[in-house]
């Protein structure tokens, strides 16, 4: 497995790491506890050294799940978790309020679920409106200082957030979604990234299964899956977005890869500094994923997608911004 080093930590992780969110919730039943331990091995033992988790994932049972199947292997890998998260208040989507003190708290508690004395990169899962950015990392700063964490990020920020975070303690990593289907931060946050010296962590960086040519406009989603709240999912946008799949099954039968491979491959062309999070339940996925780090596109092959990228138009939406960026 090739490894990339990320932000102001310079940590060293996977080139492609592992989003652990699923074995909770997110994408209708989940496994049981010795499935996804084994299946979190299993990604280890393929070489993958960085594992996402947070602990508004099952209500903390995600980072418990994880510290549990790494232990024996704990120096090995990269933890990053995230504190916070969202929050609905008047009927309205945002980012749960965190003064200093009460991260802390939340820290400790995410230590003792991990089973570990430290975290390499603690995420604020979403951006406060009332505790000001800077507060909080000046609050990282001192958690670096102490050694509890080796780095932090932030998850779904603006380039102002980021900005004014990063001068009072450096940023190790943006966590947002992002994928060859999902494109928005290129436009502000990925460039700021680069020119800050900050890694970007894209989250469904397979945009929840589509871009593994596996969803039809037939696919049922059950439960709680949050598929069936994202208009792209829906039967009419399916169809109306296969020019973007058969645009990168062209590529998967040139390269000899699979169509999610391929997906991963041009991200990981794209900037140096991104890394991946793709989850999984399923053990062939799991070695499918962690494999795209092998398969390099040459800058040839890498234009012609971005060439005809641009003539391609996205059906439907992602989430809402006001979701995405945790506007009261």
Not at 53 to 71: H, R, V
Not at 113 to 137: C, F, G, N, P
Not at 290 to 318: C, P, S, W, Y
Request: hydrophobic share 40%.
């Amino acid at each position: 497995m090739k490894i990339r080093k990320i932000g102001a930590a310079k940590l060293e992780v996977s080139a492609v790491g592992y989003g652990c969110m699923s074995f909770s919730h997110g994408y209708g039943a989940v496994p049981t506890k010795n499935e996804a331990i084994n299946l979190i091995r299993y990604a280890y033992d393929l070489g993958c050294t960085f594992f996402d988790t947070a602990e508004g994932y099952g209500g903390g049972s995600n980072e418990m799940l994880l510290g549990e199947a790494l232990q024996s292997v704990r120096n090995n890998v990269v933890y990053a978790t995230k504190f916070g998260g969202v929050a609905v208040r008047n009927g309205k989507i945002g980012a749960t309020e965190l003064q200093p003190q009460q991260i802390r708290q939340h820290l400790e508690q995410s230590l003792r679920r991990l089973r570990t004395d430290r975290i390499e990169l603690y995420y604020q899962h979403r951006v406060s409106k009332e505790v000001a950015v800077e507060e909080v990392a000046g609050c990282m700063g001192d958690l670096i200082k102490e050694g509890k964490i080796l780095g932090w990020g932030l998850s779904q920020a603006t380039t102002d957030e980021i900005r004014r975070a990063h001068a009072v303690t450096p940023l190790t990593a943006i966590q947002s979604e992002y994928s060859i289907m999902e494109r928005m931060f290129e436009k502000d946050v990925i460039p700021v990234c680069e020119e800050l010296g900050i890694g970007f962590v894209p989250f469904s960086p397979l945009a929840g299964g589509f871009l593994s040519g596996k969803i039809t406009k037939d696919t049922v989603y059950s439960g709680g899956d949050i598929r069936n709240s994202i208009t792209r999912y829906e039967k009419s946008n399916i169809v109306a977005n296969q020019p973007l799949l058969d645009l990168i099954n062209k590529f998967a039968t040139l390269k000899n890869a699979t169509p999610a491979q391929i997906s991963l491959a041009w991200m990981l062309h794209k900037k140096d500094f991104i890394v991946p999070i793709p989850g999984s339940r399923k053990y062939e996925r799991i070695k499918e994923n962690l494999g795209a780090a092998d398969v390099e596109l040459t800058a040839d092959e890498f234009a012609q997608i971005e060439t005809e990228l641009a003539k391609i138009e996205i059906h439907g939406n992602r989430t809402d911004e006001d979701i995405v960026f945790g506007r009261w």
